[in-house]
């Protein structure tokens, strides 16, 4: 026969702590609440002062009292089959100079070209120096 031996354990109680009161630093209520509506205020009245003093500090003129001169220039109308890299070698010739490719760039820049096509017909300014 076999005996079976049952042994009770008891644990021991857990020991209360007493609660102690955290104490939270006192808020103080702000003298300004502001809503929905008034932060929005305040961000469009910040937006609106940005944009016065960038209107105001950007505004300033570059241009002069007095004129510049006027770079020399003489008008070509463009031929049919003529492009403004031969109009360029041209005038760059014309003028002593070697580099097409400036003289190409200055004409655009003279005339507002976007690209470096020309049309038949159309006048543009050529620099004579």
């Given at each position: 026969?076999?005996?079976?031996?049952?042994?009770?354990?008891?644990?021991?109680?857990?020991?209360?702590?007493?609660?102690?009161?955290?104490?939270?630093?006192?808020?103080?209520?702000?003298?300004?609440?502001?809503?929905?509506?008034?932060r929005a205020v305040v961000l469009?009245?910040?937006?609106?002062?940005?944009?016065?003093?960038?209107?105001?500090?950007?505004?300033?003129?570059?241009?002069?009292?007095?004129?510049?001169?006027?770079?020399?220039?003489?008008?070509?109308?463009?031929?049919?089959?003529?492009?403004?890299?031969?109009?360029?070698?041209?005038?760059?010739?014309?003028?002593?100079?070697?580099?097409?490719?400036?003289?190409?760039?200055?004409?655009?820049?003279?005339?507002?070209?976007?690209?470096?096509?020309?049309?038949?017909?159309?006048?543009?300014?050529?620099?004579?120096?």
């Amino acid at each position: 026969m076999s005996t079976m031996t049952i042994h009770e354990v008891r644990l021991a109680p857990r020991p209360v702590m007493p609660r102690v009161a955290v104490r939270r630093p006192a808020v103080r209520p702000s003298a300004v609440r502001l809503t929905r509506r008034g932060r929005a205020v305040v961000l469009l009245l910040g937006l609106v002062v940005a944009l016065v003093v960038g209107v105001v500090l950007g505004a300033g003129s570059v241009a002069t009292e007095h004129p510049g001169t006027p770079e020399p220039t003489r008008i070509v109308m463009v031929g049919s089959g003529e492009t403004l890299w031969d109009i360029a070698a041209d005038a760059a010739s014309a003028t002593g100079s070697d580099d097409v490719r400036a003289m190409v760039r200055r004409i655009e820049r003279m005339n507002a070209l976007d690209t470096g096509m020309v049309l038949a017909g159309q006048r543009i300014k050529i620099p004579t120096q």
